[in-house]
Protein backbone atom coordinates (compact mmCIF):
# COMPACT_ATOMS: atom_id res chain seq x y z
CA UNK A 1 0.00 0.00 0.00
CA UNK A 2 1.09 3.47 -0.79
CA UNK A 3 2.16 5.14 2.13
CA UNK A 4 0.37 8.43 3.34
CA UNK A 5 2.03 11.81 2.51
CA UNK A 6 4.47 12.77 4.99
CA UNK A 7 7.80 15.13 5.51
CA UNK A 8 9.29 11.92 3.40
CA UNK A 9 6.89 11.99 0.06
CA UNK A 10 9.04 12.61 -3.00
CA UNK A 11 7.08 14.25 -6.38
CA UNK A 12 7.05 12.34 -9.62
CA UNK A 13 5.31 13.92 -12.61
CA UNK A 14 4.67 14.23 -15.98
CA UNK A 15 5.76 17.50 -18.47
CA UNK A 16 3.54 18.15 -21.49
CA UNK A 17 0.72 20.11 -23.05
CA UNK A 18 -1.78 19.58 -22.89
CA UNK A 19 -2.13 16.76 -20.21
CA UNK A 20 -5.49 16.06 -20.21
CA UNK A 21 -5.66 12.63 -22.05
CA UNK A 22 -2.84 11.55 -20.33
CA UNK A 23 -3.64 8.15 -18.48
CA UNK A 24 0.33 8.41 -16.74
CA UNK A 25 -0.73 9.60 -12.82
CA UNK A 26 -3.42 7.04 -12.81
CA UNK A 27 -0.94 4.04 -13.69
CA UNK A 28 2.09 5.70 -11.73
CA UNK A 29 0.25 6.33 -8.65
CA UNK A 30 -1.26 2.79 -8.76
CA UNK A 31 2.12 1.41 -9.22
CA UNK A 32 3.51 3.51 -6.19
CA UNK A 33 0.60 1.64 -4.15
CA UNK A 34 1.49 -1.54 -5.03
CA UNK A 35 5.60 -1.38 -4.35
CA UNK A 36 4.45 0.67 -1.05
CA UNK A 37 6.98 3.38 -2.71
CA UNK A 38 6.19 7.22 -0.73
CA UNK A 39 5.66 9.48 -3.68
CA UNK A 40 3.38 11.07 -5.36
CA UNK A 41 3.39 11.34 -9.25
CA UNK A 42 1.51 14.59 -10.63
CA UNK A 43 0.89 16.03 -14.22
CA UNK A 44 1.88 19.22 -14.87
CA UNK A 45 0.35 21.35 -17.78
CA UNK A 46 3.80 22.80 -19.46
CA UNK A 47 3.01 25.50 -21.87
CA UNK A 48 6.77 25.48 -24.14
CA UNK A 49 7.78 28.82 -23.01
CA UNK A 50 7.82 27.51 -20.04
CA UNK A 51 9.96 24.18 -20.22
CA UNK A 52 12.92 25.52 -18.90
CA UNK A 53 11.37 26.78 -15.37
CA UNK A 54 9.70 23.50 -15.31
CA UNK A 55 12.78 21.88 -15.29
CA UNK A 56 14.57 24.29 -12.99
CA UNK A 57 11.35 23.14 -10.28
CA UNK A 58 12.60 20.10 -10.83
CA UNK A 59 16.13 20.73 -9.52
CA UNK A 60 14.56 22.78 -6.64
CA UNK A 61 11.70 20.18 -5.47
CA UNK A 62 14.80 17.80 -5.54
CA UNK A 63 12.23 15.54 -8.07
CA UNK A 64 12.68 11.80 -8.67
CA UNK A 65 11.40 11.44 -12.07
CA UNK A 66 9.30 13.05 -14.56
CA UNK A 67 7.97 11.68 -17.92
CA UNK A 68 7.88 13.81 -20.90
CA UNK A 69 5.40 13.96 -23.38
CA UNK A 70 4.22 16.32 -26.23
CA UNK A 71 5.23 18.66 -27.16
CA UNK A 72 8.65 18.41 -25.22
CA UNK A 73 10.04 15.51 -26.44
CA UNK A 74 12.75 17.00 -28.51
CA UNK A 75 13.61 20.46 -27.31
CA UNK A 76 13.77 18.79 -23.63
CA UNK A 77 17.28 16.96 -24.41
CA UNK A 78 18.99 20.68 -25.20
CA UNK A 79 18.10 21.34 -21.54
CA UNK A 80 19.60 18.38 -19.54
CA UNK A 81 22.91 17.63 -18.55
CA UNK A 82 23.04 14.74 -20.35
CA UNK A 83 20.93 12.95 -23.05
CA UNK A 84 21.43 8.92 -23.45
CA UNK A 85 22.53 7.75 -26.28
CA UNK A 86 19.51 5.59 -27.30
CA UNK A 87 17.65 8.67 -26.74
CA UNK A 88 19.55 10.83 -28.72
CA UNK A 89 19.69 8.69 -31.60
CA UNK A 90 15.32 8.69 -31.75
CA UNK A 91 15.72 12.19 -31.36
CA UNK A 92 12.83 11.82 -28.61
CA UNK A 93 13.19 12.01 -24.39
CA UNK A 94 10.23 10.66 -22.69
CA UNK A 95 12.28 9.85 -19.29
CA UNK A 96 14.15 12.17 -16.72
CA UNK A 97 15.72 10.16 -14.10
CA UNK A 98 18.45 11.83 -11.81
CA UNK A 99 21.93 10.00 -11.88
CA UNK A 100 24.15 11.58 -8.70
CA UNK A 101 23.67 15.32 -9.39
CA UNK A 102 23.12 14.95 -12.89
CA UNK A 103 19.68 15.59 -14.83
CA UNK A 104 19.83 12.66 -17.09
CA UNK A 105 17.28 12.17 -20.54
CA UNK A 106 15.71 8.63 -21.44
CA UNK A 107 13.69 7.12 -24.15
CA UNK A 108 11.88 3.77 -22.92
CA UNK A 109 9.36 3.46 -26.20
CA UNK A 110 12.24 1.58 -28.03
CA UNK A 111 12.66 -1.12 -24.73
CA UNK A 112 9.04 -0.54 -24.05
CA UNK A 113 8.53 -2.04 -27.37
CA UNK A 114 10.78 -5.05 -27.64
CA UNK A 115 9.72 -6.46 -23.96
CA UNK A 116 6.21 -8.06 -25.67
CA UNK A 117 8.19 -9.69 -28.05
CA UNK A 118 10.59 -10.68 -25.84
CA UNK A 119 8.01 -11.93 -23.68
CA UNK A 120 6.76 -14.31 -26.44
CA UNK A 121 10.43 -15.39 -27.68
CA UNK A 122 9.46 -13.64 -31.23
CA UNK A 123 12.93 -12.84 -32.60
CA UNK A 124 13.71 -9.55 -34.68
CA UNK A 125 17.11 -11.00 -35.93
CA UNK A 126 17.73 -11.45 -39.48
CA UNK A 127 14.00 -10.46 -40.02
CA UNK A 128 12.16 -8.37 -42.42
CA UNK A 129 9.17 -5.79 -40.58
CA UNK A 130 6.59 -4.28 -42.40
CA UNK A 131 5.99 -0.67 -40.29
CA UNK A 132 3.25 1.36 -41.26
CA UNK A 133 3.50 4.96 -40.06
CA UNK A 134 7.17 7.66 -40.36
CA UNK A 135 5.98 9.38 -36.74
CA UNK A 136 7.78 9.59 -33.26
CA UNK A 137 6.83 6.33 -32.38
CA UNK A 138 7.73 4.80 -35.92
CA UNK A 139 11.17 5.77 -35.07
CA UNK A 140 11.59 4.35 -32.06
CA UNK A 141 10.36 1.30 -33.55
CA UNK A 142 13.05 1.20 -36.06
CA UNK A 143 15.48 1.75 -33.97
CA UNK A 144 14.43 -1.24 -31.68
CA UNK A 145 14.54 -2.84 -34.82
CA UNK A 146 17.83 -2.36 -35.58
CA UNK A 147 19.43 -2.44 -32.14
CA UNK A 148 18.16 -6.56 -32.58
CA UNK A 149 19.57 -7.29 -36.30
CA UNK A 150 16.39 -6.49 -38.34
CA UNK A 151 17.30 -7.16 -42.09
CA UNK A 152 14.90 -4.43 -43.50
CA UNK A 153 12.04 -2.22 -42.54
CA UNK A 154 9.66 -1.88 -45.31
CA UNK A 155 7.73 1.54 -44.40
CA UNK A 156 4.81 2.99 -45.66
CA UNK A 157 3.23 6.45 -44.75
CA UNK A 158 0.44 8.53 -45.90
CA UNK A 159 2.19 11.78 -47.04
CA UNK A 160 5.70 11.55 -48.46
CA UNK A 161 6.84 14.61 -46.38
CA UNK A 162 7.12 12.92 -43.25
CA UNK A 163 8.45 9.74 -44.78
CA UNK A 164 10.98 11.74 -46.85
CA UNK A 165 12.67 13.77 -43.04
CA UNK A 166 11.81 9.82 -41.63
CA UNK A 167 14.08 7.91 -44.48
CA UNK A 168 16.68 10.65 -43.97
CA UNK A 169 16.98 10.11 -40.17
CA UNK A 170 16.64 6.15 -40.77
CA UNK A 171 20.11 6.03 -43.09
CA UNK A 172 21.76 8.46 -40.31
CA UNK A 173 21.42 5.99 -36.75
CA UNK A 174 20.68 2.51 -38.44
CA UNK A 175 23.38 1.52 -40.44
CA UNK A 176 23.11 -2.36 -41.63
CA UNK A 177 19.04 -2.38 -41.57
CA UNK A 178 17.70 -1.83 -45.06
CA UNK A 179 15.11 0.25 -45.62
CA UNK A 180 12.50 0.33 -48.12
CA UNK A 181 9.55 3.02 -48.87
CA UNK A 182 6.48 1.91 -50.50
CA UNK A 183 4.69 4.64 -50.52
CA UNK A 184 0.85 4.90 -48.96
CA UNK A 185 -0.52 2.33 -47.29
CA UNK A 186 -2.40 1.20 -50.00
CA UNK A 187 0.84 -0.30 -51.55
CA UNK A 188 1.13 -2.89 -49.49
CA UNK A 189 0.84 -5.65 -51.84
CA UNK A 190 0.90 -9.77 -51.23
CA UNK A 191 4.57 -10.25 -52.24
CA UNK A 192 5.22 -7.45 -49.48
CA UNK A 193 3.30 -9.47 -46.61
CA UNK A 194 4.79 -12.80 -47.72
CA UNK A 195 8.07 -11.43 -46.82
CA UNK A 196 7.70 -10.34 -43.49
CA UNK A 197 7.86 -11.80 -40.09
CA UNK A 198 6.20 -8.97 -38.10
CA UNK A 199 3.83 -6.33 -39.48
CA UNK A 200 3.79 -3.21 -36.88
CA UNK A 201 1.20 -0.10 -37.01
CA UNK A 202 2.91 2.97 -35.71
CA UNK A 203 -0.19 4.75 -37.15
CA UNK A 204 -3.59 6.22 -35.16
CA UNK A 205 -5.91 4.00 -37.50
CA UNK A 206 -7.71 2.12 -35.59
CA UNK A 207 -7.87 3.83 -32.32
CA UNK A 208 -11.31 5.28 -30.93
CA UNK A 209 -13.55 6.60 -32.15
CA UNK A 210 -12.75 5.68 -35.68
CA UNK A 211 -12.31 1.62 -35.09
CA UNK A 212 -13.62 1.00 -38.38
CA UNK A 213 -10.00 2.16 -39.68
CA UNK A 214 -7.01 -0.79 -40.48
CA UNK A 215 -3.78 0.17 -41.99
CA UNK A 216 -3.49 -2.86 -44.13
CA UNK A 217 -5.67 -2.51 -47.60
CA UNK A 218 -9.09 -4.88 -47.28
CA UNK A 219 -8.18 -7.01 -50.71
CA UNK A 220 -4.77 -7.99 -48.68
CA UNK A 221 -4.69 -10.94 -46.65
CA UNK A 222 -2.29 -11.33 -43.58
CA UNK A 223 0.18 -14.25 -43.22
CA UNK A 224 -1.04 -16.54 -40.37
CA UNK A 225 2.95 -17.18 -40.07
CA UNK A 226 3.54 -13.73 -38.97
CA UNK A 227 3.26 -11.58 -35.48
CA UNK A 228 1.11 -8.17 -36.23
CA UNK A 229 1.74 -5.97 -33.71
CA UNK A 230 -0.47 -2.32 -33.07
CA UNK A 231 0.44 0.08 -31.30
CA UNK A 232 -3.36 1.11 -30.49
CA UNK A 233 -4.68 0.29 -26.88
CA UNK A 234 -7.31 2.23 -27.23
CA UNK A 235 -9.87 -0.60 -28.29
CA UNK A 236 -7.42 -3.45 -26.95
CA UNK A 237 -8.42 -5.43 -30.29
CA UNK A 238 -8.34 -2.64 -33.06
CA UNK A 239 -9.56 -4.49 -36.90
CA UNK A 240 -6.65 -4.61 -37.61
CA UNK A 241 -5.74 -7.50 -34.58
CA UNK A 242 -9.32 -8.73 -35.20
CA UNK A 243 -7.98 -9.72 -39.05
CA UNK A 244 -4.51 -10.94 -38.09
CA UNK A 245 -6.18 -13.04 -35.45
CA UNK A 246 -9.06 -14.29 -37.53
CA UNK A 247 -6.19 -14.89 -40.35
CA UNK A 248 -4.27 -17.42 -37.80
CA UNK A 249 -1.38 -14.66 -37.28
CA UNK A 250 -0.15 -13.76 -33.50
CA UNK A 251 -1.26 -10.51 -32.22
CA UNK A 252 0.16 -7.93 -29.80
CA UNK A 253 -1.80 -4.85 -28.40
CA UNK A 254 -0.09 -1.71 -27.69
CA UNK A 255 -1.08 -1.48 -23.66
CA UNK A 256 1.74 -4.06 -23.08
CA UNK A 257 3.83 -1.82 -24.84
CA UNK A 258 2.60 1.46 -22.91
CA UNK A 259 2.90 -0.67 -19.53
CA UNK A 260 6.08 -1.47 -20.60
CA UNK A 261 7.68 1.43 -21.10
CA UNK A 262 5.91 3.50 -17.84
CA UNK A 263 8.24 0.42 -15.80
CA UNK A 264 10.74 1.16 -17.92
CA UNK A 265 10.47 4.47 -16.26
CA UNK A 266 9.53 3.30 -12.74
CA UNK A 267 13.35 1.57 -13.11
CA UNK A 268 15.47 4.83 -14.08
CA UNK A 269 13.66 6.54 -10.66
CA UNK A 270 13.55 3.64 -8.29
CA UNK A 271 16.31 1.36 -9.28
CA UNK A 272 16.65 0.09 -5.78
CA UNK A 273 13.19 -1.48 -6.21
CA UNK A 274 14.21 -3.65 -9.34
CA UNK A 275 12.86 -6.93 -8.57
CA UNK A 276 9.26 -5.63 -7.21
CA UNK A 277 8.91 -3.63 -9.72
CA UNK A 278 9.16 -6.00 -12.40
CA UNK A 279 7.15 -8.20 -10.22
CA UNK A 280 4.09 -6.07 -10.49
CA UNK A 281 4.00 -5.41 -14.57
CA UNK A 282 1.54 -8.32 -14.78
CA UNK A 283 -0.76 -6.62 -12.39
CA UNK A 284 -0.10 -3.33 -13.54
CA UNK A 285 -1.15 -4.52 -16.96
CA UNK A 286 -3.93 -6.12 -15.39
CA UNK A 287 -5.28 -2.74 -13.70
CA UNK A 288 -4.64 -0.49 -17.04
CA UNK A 289 -7.03 -2.80 -19.08
CA UNK A 290 -9.80 -2.64 -16.02
CA UNK A 291 -9.21 1.29 -16.05
CA UNK A 292 -9.49 1.59 -20.23
CA UNK A 293 -12.55 -0.66 -20.18
CA UNK A 294 -13.68 1.47 -17.67
CA UNK A 295 -13.11 4.97 -19.11
CA UNK A 296 -12.97 4.12 -22.98
CA UNK A 297 -12.37 7.69 -24.17
CA UNK A 298 -9.95 8.48 -21.99
CA UNK A 299 -7.21 6.63 -24.16
CA UNK A 300 -8.68 8.05 -26.85
CA UNK A 301 -5.08 10.93 -27.23
CA UNK A 302 -2.56 8.47 -27.25
CA UNK A 303 0.27 8.99 -24.52
P1 LIG B 1 3.04 10.94 -34.63
O1 LIG B 1 4.47 11.27 -34.40
O2 LIG B 1 2.06 12.04 -34.73
O3 LIG B 1 2.98 10.10 -36.03
C1 LIG B 1 1.74 9.64 -36.53
C2 LIG B 1 1.97 8.75 -37.77
O4 LIG B 1 0.70 8.21 -38.14
C3 LIG B 1 2.48 9.53 -38.98
O5 LIG B 1 3.25 8.66 -39.77
C4 LIG B 1 1.17 9.91 -39.68
O6 LIG B 1 1.30 10.07 -41.08
C5 LIG B 1 0.35 8.66 -39.44
N1 LIG B 1 -1.09 8.96 -39.47
C6 LIG B 1 -1.76 9.80 -38.63
N2 LIG B 1 -3.07 9.80 -38.95
C7 LIG B 1 -3.21 8.97 -40.01
C8 LIG B 1 -4.32 8.57 -40.80
N3 LIG B 1 -5.54 9.01 -40.55
N4 LIG B 1 -4.11 7.71 -41.83
C9 LIG B 1 -2.87 7.25 -42.09
N5 LIG B 1 -1.76 7.58 -41.38
C10 LIG B 1 -1.95 8.44 -40.35
O7 LIG B 1 2.46 9.94 -33.56
P2 LIG B 1 3.28 8.79 -32.78
O8 LIG B 1 3.74 9.33 -31.49
O9 LIG B 1 4.26 8.19 -33.72
O10 LIG B 1 2.10 7.77 -32.43
C11 LIG B 1 1.53 6.91 -33.42
C12 LIG B 1 0.54 5.96 -32.76
O11 LIG B 1 1.23 5.09 -31.86
C13 LIG B 1 -0.55 6.66 -31.92
O12 LIG B 1 -1.75 5.96 -32.12
C14 LIG B 1 -0.06 6.51 -30.50
O13 LIG B 1 -1.13 6.50 -29.56
C15 LIG B 1 0.62 5.15 -30.58
N6 LIG B 1 1.65 4.98 -29.56
C16 LIG B 1 1.50 3.98 -28.67
C17 LIG B 1 2.46 3.76 -27.71
C18 LIG B 1 2.28 2.63 -26.74
O14 LIG B 1 2.97 2.61 -25.72
N7 LIG B 1 1.42 1.68 -27.00
C19 LIG B 1 3.60 4.58 -27.64
C20 LIG B 1 3.74 5.61 -28.58
C21 LIG B 1 2.75 5.79 -29.54
P3 LIG B 1 1.61 11.54 -41.73
O15 LIG B 1 3.09 11.65 -41.76
O16 LIG B 1 1.00 11.44 -43.08
O17 LIG B 1 0.94 12.56 -40.85
Given at each position: MK??????????????????????P???NRA???????SD??????????????????R????????????????????L?K???D???????????????????????????????????????????????CG???R????????E???TV????????R?????????????????E????P??????????????????????????????????AD????????????????T?????A??????????L????S???????H?????????L?????????????????????????
Amino acid sequence: MKPSPDAHTTLCGLFGHPIGHSLSPQFMNRAFGLLGINSDYLAFDVAPKALEEALCAFRALNMTGANVTIPHKTRIAGLLDKTEEDAQSIGAVNCIYRKKNLLVGANTDHVGFLKPLARRKIPLRGRDVLLFGCGGAARAVCYAAFREGVKTVFVTNRSDDRASSFLEWFSLVTPGTRCEYLGKPDAVTRVVLAKVSVIVNATPLGMFPDTAACPIPESADIPDRTTVYDLVYNPEETLLLKRARMAGAQTINGLEMLVSQGVFSLLHWFEGKKDDILAAEGELLSYTRRFLRLVPSEGEAGE
